[in-house]
């Protein structure tokens, strides 16, 4: 490996205890330069404890984690060039927003010249040129949040560790600053870490995310593959919606497995790369709701799909995204996306429809 | 009718305040003022006049007593803070949630002891046959008993002791109250230790420590038994001063010049350290 493409993050085999519970279990991978890489998991999950040991907060009980190809293991917080945006944001409540952001500068001993130059070049830079002489509770909610990331940008980070920040907005704004995360990224390339569980964060904003579980990563892709080709049975759970049935392999034949479920339902899946399945093993069934189509029960299905019969239970309309809740023949109830047009062609509830998905999109895991 | 009734509870449930307020400071002290003015010409002769503040600036004694008292109590609020700061810290910072309540407990225990037993506490501990000397004694390191009562040091031991709680309580309070990610963002931006207390812990604590220093400086100029008791007559405590001029000497006038000067020499001090620390009451002990 070059110089020029040695990672901004690494960490290598990193596991923390807590007496006698393992909150990060043997998590390994690396950040390539000015990424956006999102750690995403159920609360709990232990991502919280890997990003403070990446910032220096806790030590890890075994394991390497190096900044620039650099292990850090032995600097002391203060010295290590990651900054962090809390939760909270944490800005300092007694100084105002120009202080706030001169704070890291004066710590390592910046002449005062520069510092004027730079925390102005920095709120110009976040389109905040004007707030410095404010009070932190003078200002909004997401421009506190810009102005946490301007006080961490100024100090020029090797990363940037953001601990859920968008969690205390109301949903508008956490609309917009998603957008404008990922902007600002851009614009200073800096490699983020983002941790969130919030999954549509984490989709919308990342390069690359990992799916956290239990202290372990489960997977690590950019956010399609992650959607779209989830390797374990968790990240097809968790990520996006999905309709789920149990069931068993009945047979396996030409990359396909034939799978009862529980219900006495027949379904058809391809086999993916790496999953080996076998007549007999007891499997679980994902399938997305976007990749079943829902249509009146008279026009009927095509042959080689994966079909079921029910009745439409109720309409979620939503706008752009509604869907049906189906009534399977077993009683459960299936999501499916429709197109709601406002037409008499719609579908109502109490219709008899006809459910159909190819093998491809069904996605099999054995449990 | 809606706003009468209104206005009456109001009136209800502000009169107990109002009465005590005026009952037992307001009446009391213009009683004081009054008191104060008045000069002594013949036996049971009584005129206006500012002769008794003149007299307390003519005779160095007493403002030096007075001066004395003030000092003696600015260091003991300064070594209450020095003291109670870190105690404050690891009760509401860094001991765990189940030991938070227990040390703050121990904290009350003195409280539940009379000033006065507390005193005679220090004194079985510190008179030439006390505790201290008598252990002294039997180890050797000293030959003959000590006194290690009726000195400056001593009292300002027991004062430290007697007022330190006063300081804990807001500061702990204060603390408590600080985001743990402050101090966290505070080392990750760079800063060193004392750079977080310097720029952010202190700082932030400083409702609190305003508020800990007025009460117990102010508890501890004002305060009698335990300079009385642990200084002796060497201690010229100003309340000693006006517990003379009232009792001893039955100079009621003179005593309630002395009460007046005390507590607008108190309140001149307080003053001060708000202007010299940039605080006002407002942003530090009415918010903590």
């Not at chain 1, 596991?15 to 690396?30: E, I, L, P, T």
């Not at chain 1, 946490?148 to 953001?162: E, S, Y």
């Not at chain 2, 809606?2 to 449930?13: A, E, G, P, T, V």
């Not at chain 2, 007022?163 to 985001?179: A, E, K, N, Q, W």
Request: negative net charge.
């Amino acid at each position: 490996m070059t110089v020029t493409d040695t990672p901004d993050l690494e960490c290598t085999a990193v596991c923390k205890d807590f007496g006698q519970v393992r909150a990060v279990d043997n998590v390994s991978f690396q950040i390539p330069k000015g990424s956006f890489f999102s750690i995403l998991g159920p609360s709990g999950c232990g991502k919280t404890t890997l990003m403070r040991m990446i910032a220096g907060f806790e030590d890890p009980s075994s394991g390497d984690i190096e900044i620039k190809g650099k292990s850090v293991l032995n600097t002391p917080p203060n010295k290590r060039n990651v900054k962090m945006v809390f939760q909270h944001l944490a800005l300092f409540p007694m100084m105002n927003v120009y202080e706030n952001i001169a704070y890291g500068l004066r710590c390592v001993g910046t002449d005062k010249a520069t510092i004027d130059q730079k925390v102005k070049d920095v709120l110009e830079r976040i389109a905040l040129p004007d707030v410095g002489n404010r009070e932190v509770h003078q200002l909004s909610g997401g421009q506190k949040q810009r102005i946490a990331i301007a006080r961490c940008m100024v100090l020029d980070p090797d990363v940037l560790l953001l601990d859920e920040p968008l969690g205390a907005l109301d949903l508008k704004l956490r609309e917009a600053m998603k957008i404008e995360l990922k902007l600002l990224q851009h614009q200073f390339n800096t490699t983020f870490i983002y941790i969130t569980h919030d999954q549509s964060e984490a989709l919308v904003m990342s390069d690359h995310v990992a799916i956290m579980n239990e202290g372990r990563f489960e997977q690590i892709g950019r956010p399609e593959e992650l959607y779209h080709a989830p390797k374990t049975a968790f990240v097809a759970g968790f990520v996006g919606d999905s309709n789920r049935w149990s069931g068993k392999v009945s047979a396996v034949e030409g990359g396909k497995a034939k799978v009862t479920t529980d219900a006495g339902l027949q379904m058809l899946c391809q086999k993916r790369d790496g999953s080996d399945l076998s007549a007999g093993q007891s499997v679980n069934i994902y399938v997305r709701p976007e990749f079943i189509s829902a249509k009146r029960a008279d026009t009927g299905a095509a042959g080689d799909l994966n079909a079921i019969r029910g009745k439409v239970d109720s309409v979620l309309f939503n706008g752009a995204n509604s869907r049906v809740l189906v009534r399977g023949p077993s009683g459960e109830l299936i999501e499916a996306d429709v197109v709601v047009t406002g037409s008499d062609s719609d579908l109502r509830a109490g219709d008899d429809v006809a459910l159909s998905w190819s093998d491809q999109q069904t996605m099999c895991f054995a449990t | 009718m809606q706003s009468d009734i209104k206005r009456l509870s109001l009136i209800l449930l502000f009169a107990p305040f109002a009465l005590w307020i005026f009952l037992l400071i307001a009446l009391p002290h213009i009683g004081m003022v009054i008191l104060s003015l008045r000069e002594k010409v013949a036996p049971r002769v009584y005129e206006f006049g500012f002769g008794n503040y003149i007299d307390f600036i003519q005779e160095p004694i007493y403002w030096n007593t007075l001066l004395r008292t003030g000092s003696m109590s600015i260091l003991v609020t300064f070594l209450a803070l020095l003291i109670g700061f870190p105690i404050a810290y690891y009760i509401a910072k860094i001991a765990g949630n189940r030991s938070k309540g227990a040390l703050f407990l121990l904290c009350l225990i003195p409280l539940w002891v009379s000033d006065l037993i507390r005193a005679f506490g220090w004194i079985l501990l510190l008179r030439e046959t006390g505790v201290a000397s008598s252990f002294l004694l039997w180890t050797g390191a000293i030959n003959e008993p000590i006194e290690f009562l009726y000195n400056d040091v001593t009292v300002v031991v027991g004062l430290v002791y007697t007022v330190i709680l006063f300081m804990i309580v807001p500061l702990v309070s204060t603390l408590d109250g600080m985001d743990d990610a402050m101090v966290e963002a505070g080392y990750n931006l760079g800063g060193s230790g004392f750079t977080v207390l310097r720029r952010i812990i202190i700082p932030y604590a400083m409702p609190g420590i305003v508020s800990g220093c007025i009460v117990v400086f102010m508890l501890t100029a004002g305060s009698y038994l335990t300079p009385i008791l642990l200084g002796g007559k060497n201690s010229s405590w100003f309340t000693e001063q006006i517990y003379d001029q009232f009792i001893t000497r039955f100079n009621w006038e003179s005593g309630a010049a002395f009460g007046f000067l005390l507590l607008a020499f108190t309140s001149l001090v307080v003053w001060l350290g708000l202007k010299l620390t940039g605080q006002t009451l407002a942003n530090t002990v009415a918010k903590s």
